[in-house]
Structure formats: C-alpha cells, structure tokens
T-cell receptor, first 113, second 115 residues
Framework: DAKTTQPPSMDCAEGRAANLPCNHSTISGNEYVYWYRQIHSQGPQYIIHGLKNNETNEMASLIITEDRKSSTLILPHATLRDTAVYYC??????????????FGTGTLLAVQP | GAGVSQSPRYKVAKRGQDVALRCDPISGHVSLFWYQQALGQGPEFLTYFQNEAQLDKSGLPSDRFFAERPEGSVSTLKIQRTQQEDSAVYLC?????????????FGSGTRLTVV
C-alpha cells in the first residue's frame, strides 16, 4: 500500500501557481521524496525528488518540511498542459538494489482556462 | 530511441488466450520495471530486473504472469490463459544504475483488454 496521502483533486487557474500537498507520515531517514505526474494515456513522468533540502528544476520546485512529514510540489505558472494526476512517493535507494516505486491514487490537478 | 518503447500499444485478447507484451528500454539502462495500472488506479509494481537478473517478482499476481529479459535489454511480459481481471495498462520503466538521481523513464504502456 502507498505510504503517502494526497488530496484526490485540485483546481488551479491557468498562469497561477499550483501547490500540491503530500503527507509522508511514515517516511524514514533514508527515503527520498519523489514526485511523478501522469498525463492522460501516457506513462508517469518524473518531475523532481529530494531528501531533506528544497529542490528546484526546470519543471517545478519541491518544498520539504524540516521534519520531512510533508512536502509541497509547486508548479510556478500552471498551463493547461499541466493537467494530470500527480503522485508523491517515498522510496529508498541502496545502490543497485530494488528501488520500486509504490504509487497511491495521486491528486488530479485540473488547470482551468 | 530516445525513450522507452512498448508494443503493441493496444491488445485485445479472448479469455484464455496467451499474450506477450514487449518493452524496449533506453539503451544502457540497467534497471527495468513492469507495472500494472487498472482504470482509475495508480500503477502497481509487478517485477524488477537488474540487467538480465530478475531480482524482485513479488508483485506478479499469479503464476500465469511471467517476465524475462534474457540479454539485459529488451524485456517481455507474458500472460498465460488471460482472464478478464487482467485487463489493464501494462507499463514498463527503465533507469540507469542511479535512479535516485535520474528517476525512472516510463513508456506509454500497452492497454490489454480481455473479452
């Protein structure tokens, strides 16, 4: 079963920032926070990940609280093409060992024109 | 190619028929995963390969499901005697040996419909 909890759906106006929350109540010290998204009829797409510090890349920013029990994915200027299901996932990595991702049901983000 | 390629894109099988789904990972990617995604649900882990070795098959739902990656590149997921509950999208993902830094690249999946 998925270890994270997310709201089932959110709306966002086009051009505005989308802030997607995630609770990681059972995250352990060696687990990364990953975010993926899945646009209709496509496979999941990697967005960003982090361990403790906030991260930013060309797609999004990731804010992780100090206790690591929650995170927020920020899409700074949402477009219609950002409409998708967004998944947050806790996963470990032990160099060469299995690092399978356990998906929940995610948050359906609907960007409105 | 630049991405993970899966074929066929769509497959309709009669109940009881055997099917084979193919995954071409990104060249040089060590890790390969298979996932099953039912309608309205998140993807569920099936099995994991590191090169040609199948290191984790804990997610395969029954002994009708079999996966192989004999030369450490292309992988095939085979389902024998298909049942209606096997209807789903089957996703393949690959990564270099350091997924913690690069994440996984997924294919677009094969949509299997058992009638």
């Amino acid at each position: 079963d998925a270890k994270t909890t997310q709201p089932p759906s959110m709306d966002c106006a086009e051009g505005r920032a989308a802030n997607l929350p995630c609770n990681h109540s059972t995250i352990s010290g060696n687990e990364y926070v990953y975010w993926y998204r899945q646009i209709h009829s496509q496979g999941p797409q990697y967005i960003i990940h982090g361990l403790k510090n906030n991260e930013t890349n060309e797609m999004a920013s990731l804010i992780i609280t100090e206790d690591r029990k929650s995170s927020t994915l920020i899409l700074p200027h949402a477009t219609l093409r950002d409409t998708a299901v967004y998944y947050c996932i806790d996963a470990t990595y032990y160099g060469g060992a299995t690092n399978k991702l356990i998906f929940g049901t995610g948050t359906l983000l609907a960007v409105q024109p | 190619g630049a991405g993970v390629s899966q074929s066929p894109r769509y497959k309709v099988a009669k109940r009881g028929q055997d099917v084979a789904l193919r995954c071409d990972p990104i060249s040089g990617h060590v890790s390969l995963f298979w996932y099953q995604q039912a309608l309205g649900q998140g993807p569920e882990f099936l099995t994991y390969f590191q090169n040609e070795a199948q290191l984790d098959k804990s997610g395969l739902p029954s002994d009708r499901f079999f996966a192989e990656r004999p030369e450490g590149s292309v992988s095939t997921l085979k389902i024998q005697r298909t049942q209606q509950e096997d209807s789903a999208v089957y996703l393949c993902a690959s990564s270099p040996d350091d997924p913690a830094h690069y994440g996984y690249t997924f294919g677009s999946g094969t949509r299997l419909t058992v009638v």
